[in-house]
């Protein structure tokens, strides 16, 4: 949230089947992008998916979208 109480970032992690998650809907604010907040959400969401005992982590991105592919990189993803 900003100073102004409005979210600046957003992710949902979906259980889809046992030991299973998916990262849905990976969104920062156009005027906060560029400084490491979709990297340090994906980072800190995908460390709750392995404390929480799941084995896989995906998420489908468009093939254009480089700057997820960058982020994905950086937490250790990779295309499968």
């Known amino acids: 949230m900003d100073e102004a109480d409005q979210p600046i970032a957003v992710v949902k992690l979906v259980v889809a089947a046992p030991g299973e998650g998916w990262l849905e809907g990976v969104r920062v604010a156009p005027a906060r992008r560029e400084r490491g907040l979709g990297r340090a959400l994906v980072s800190h969401v995908t460390d709750c998916a ?26 250790g993803f990779a295309v499968r």
Do not use: K, Y
């Open 50 to 75: 392995w404390r929480q005992g799941l084995e896989t982590l995906r998420f489908v991105t468009d093939a254009g979208n480089a700057p997820m592919h960058r982020v994905a990189a950086a937490c």
